[in-house]
């Protein structure tokens, strides 16, 4: 048999290997189509980057917008629990002024300064002790030190002006005098 002459099964074969080429290339893009498809891709996927980064540089905006009104109207709760001390504080000096009798006076401005001293605790803040206590740099401004027969060296021994703590933070240290120990001779 010669090479021109071959067996009809393997003509057959041929013939079908040769269509199912000629398929598969007619099937399978070109390579302009490929180069569109990618192209295609990539624009779509730039626009999608982008989109969010414009959705992430809206989101933190948002946030910096949020944030910064919560700290604006932080204290809008604690001055609203203060108006009604206000208001009472406001009722005894008209009071004074038509009062004859000051105890009087003194107990509403006493309930005055309670009822600040309630919302202060509401609000997490605790007066400073001082007096007779050690003094503590941390919670105590010294102004003064006195010798003092009834408390040691170093003990606060009169609060001038009362101190507070939010929370575990001194927002005002007491100021105080201290004794420095017994006077010498």
Do not use: C, W
Request: charged share 30%; glycine share 2%; hydrophobic share 35%.
């Amino acid at each position: 048999m010669t090479d021109m002459e071959q067996p009809e099964d393997i003509q057959n074969q041929t013939e079908e290997t040769s269509a199912q080429e000629t398929e598969a290339a007619e099937g399978a893009p070109t390579v302009e189509e490929q180069l569109e498809t990618a192209l295609a891709e990539r624009d779509e996927n730039q626009n999608r980057f982008l989109r969010s980064q414009a959705e992430l540089d809206n989101t933190r905006k948002r946030h910096q917008r949020e944030l910064a009104e919560l700290r604006q109207y932080a204290a809008a709760p604690f001055v609203q629990a203060m108006l009604p001390a206000l208001d009472n504080l406001k009722r005894a000096v008209e009071a004074a002024e038509n009062a004859d009798n000051v105890s009087d006076l003194k107990q509403g401005v006493e309930m005055v300064a309670k009822q600040i001293l309630d919302v202060f605790a509401q609000h997490n803040v605790k007066a400073i002790e001082a007096v007779g206590q050690p003094f503590d740099p941390n919670l105590h401004e010294a102004l003064q030190q006195m010798p003092s027969e009834e408390y040691p060296p170093m003990t606060v021994i009169q609060e001038l002006e009362q101190g507070f703590i939010l929370n575990d933070r001194v927002v005002r240290p007491s100021k105080v005098i201290v004794s420095s120990g017994p006077a010498e001779n």
